[in-house]
T-cell receptor, first 115, second 115 residues
């Protein structure tokens, strides 16, 4: 049962344009959502996150939108830069007391930004 | 640099063997998580430790075990290895949750190849 899904394995955009990466989830208990970026031969790097009580969080060129009724979140990158080319993972947090929470990851979307 | 250190970076071994993967969390983080990423798949949660105690288990095989030591470093032990165990193994650490906020910081991973 895939609780977090990224339906687009790949996305290609032109430099300077907007990149929109999508993610859907099924578990209504998720209370925190994160986006990670991953370059080859490196571990995932935290990018941006959003609490389930908010619908938008912005950090520089990156904005995450959350639509709880649709169980959908998206990551917008504006403007896109060639250095943004990487695999982007959506992750959702399932609360487990105060000691931390497991993350459930989507399969990832390979973003390619063309110069 | 996330502050999470994993060793070794690469491991090549044969079927039936046993290996140990090591992880040092970020300074001050009490939670350690282990994830497995098989080819072209998302990260699968294996197990979490908090301050030396097991806190959560995911889809971890019985042939796999982990522990967290008093100095908070963790080891993941994989035994009776099979070809299908070839994967990237990531360790992550996190500070205690504040509200719903839970950000995990990942190491660079250990690439295990079982021949």
């Amino acid at each position: 049962d895939q609780q977090v899904k990224q339906n687009s394995p790949s996305l290609s955009v032109q430099e300077g344009r907007i990149s929109i990466l999508n993610c859907d989830y099924t578990n209504s208990m998720f209370d925190y959502f994160l986006w990670y970026k991953k370059y080859p031969a490196e571990g995932p790097t935290f990018l941006i996150s959003i609490s389930s009580i908010k619908d938008k969080n912005e950090d520089g060129r990156f904005t995450v939108f959350l639509n709880k009724s649709a169980k959908h979140l998206s990551l917008h990158i504006v403007p896109s830069q060639p250095g943004d080319s990487a695999v982007y993972f959506c992750a959702a947090s399932d609360p487990l007391e105060t000691s931390g929470s497991r993350l459930t990851f989507g399969e990832g979307t390979q973003l390619t930004v063309n110069p | 640099d996330s502050g999470v250190t994993q060793t070794p970076k690469h491991l090549i071994t044969a079927t039936g063997q046993r290996v140990t993967l090591r992880c040092s969390p970020r300074s001050g983080d009490l939670s350690v998580y282990w994830y497995q990423q098989s080819l072209d798949q998302g990260l699968q949660f294996l197990i979490q430790y908090y301050n030396g105690e097991e806190r959560a288990k995911g889809n971890i095989l019985e042939r796999f075990s982990a522990q967290q030591f008093p100095d908070l470093h963790s080891e993941l032990n994989l035994s009776s290895l099979e070809l299908g165990d070839s994967a990237l193994y990531f360790c992550a650490s996190s500070p205690p949750r504040v509200g719903s906020k839970n950000i995990q910081y990942f190491g660079a991973g250990t690439r295990l190849s079982v021949l």
